[in-house]
């Protein structure tokens, strides 16, 4: 969609998994990799919140396609996130 | 358009949050720690500002020095701490011996007015970023978004609608402009107007 583009580029960078996309989980490629990502920060709620599922666990590597390394950062993130009350242990 | 390299244009950084930079300790001896601060939502200001004040004579009695504040908005929370369904986020980036750390972690959790803290060490070329504002843009955006596919809906719809009234209009021209066309009509013309003959010119008829 056009507009939907449009506004992107005004909103903040937020990163979002690749479980939607048509290629085999599994063979996935990175988007934390992709954007440049060096360190993931506990405080950026808009891109932790796409990484849970509704119950608040953490989605597999295998549907997301993050790396290891990514993946490694990501759940320090999310448990000093579910910590300080920014997300939940359990919904 | 200005195209940025990714390595500039790194973590949280972004257009609408162009204040990012890197933090520098201000000693050989010192290093860049994140103490990030969780006070009651629902608490008097007085209390907030008590706390804030013993924070700070904290940090000055064990020689920390602050390089940003960052004082996020009210907010609520993922889940319930101590009754509490509302907190406040006070975000600390100081420059302080590691020795240190393990009292002012001791000391924040002796603290009355504190829910949560959590000191962590930075990341190497770590930017600050205003994540309140980060949030509150992410939050516009996403309603903006949400318009936007609102408008897509009912142009689609009024587009449905007006093909649909364009169907119902030509559907009956069709049936007509079939009809003389089929082999069968042709002969039953003919045959009837040959009854019609007959009948008409039928003598037990009186006309």
Same mark, same amino acid.
């Given at each position: 969609m056009k507009t939907s583009t449009s506004n992107l580029s005004l909103m903040p960078r937020v990163i979002h998994p690749q479980t939607?996309?048509?290629?085999?989980?599994?063979?996935?490629?990175?988007p934390f990799t992709k954007a440049g990502v060096e360190s993931i920060d506990w405080k950026d709620y808009p891109t932790l919140?796409?990484?849970?599922?509704?119950?608040?666990?953490?989605?597999?590597?295998?549907?997301?396609?993050?790396?290891?390394?990514?993946?490694?950062?990501l759940r320090k993130a999310v448990e000093h996130a579910r910590f300080m009350g920014l997300l939940p242990y359990r919904k | 358009m200005r195209q940025i390299s990714p390595r500039a244009?790194?973590?949280? @950084?972004?257009?609408?949050? +162009?204040? @990012?930079?890197?933090?520098? +300790?201000?000693?050989?001896?010192t290093r860049v720690y994140e103490i990030a601060i969780l006070l009651p939502g629902d608490g008097a200001d007085k209390e907030k500002s008590e706390s804030l004040r013993n924070i700070a004579e904290l940090f000055k009695e064990k020689e920390v020095t602050i390089l940003k504040k960052d004082e996020w908005k009210r907010m609520g929370l993922a889940y319930k701490i101590k009754g509490q369904e509302t907190g406040q986020y006070v975000i600390f980036y100081v420059s302080a011996k590691p020795e240190v750390l393990k009292d002012i972690d001791q000391q924040l959790k002796i603290e009355r007015g504190v829910l949560?803290?959590?000191v962590i060490k930075l990341p190497p070329k770590y930017e600050v970023v205003d994540w309140s504002l980060h949030f509150t843009a992410w939050k516009e955006g996403l309603a903006k978004e949400e318009e936007a596919r609102g408008h897509d809906r009912e142009e689609e719809l009024k587009k449905k609608i007006v093909q649909r009234a364009t169907r119902k209009v030509l559907k009956p021209e069709k049936p007509a402009e079939l009809r003389p066309a089929e082999p069968g009509a042709e002969i039953s013309t003919e045959e009837l107007s040959e009854k019609l003959g007959e009948l008409i010119s039928d003598e037990n008829l009186n006309l």
């Open positions: 939607g996309s048509t290629t085999p989980p599994g063979k996935r490629n990175c919140r796409n990484f849970t599922d509704y119950f608040g666990n953490i989605k597999k590597r295998y549907y997301t396609g993050v790396s290891l390394r990514h993946q490694k950062m | 244009y790194s973590w949280g @950084a972004s257009p609408i949050n +162009p204040m @990012a930079h890197t933090l520098e +300790p201000t000693s050989e001896e949560r803290h959590l």
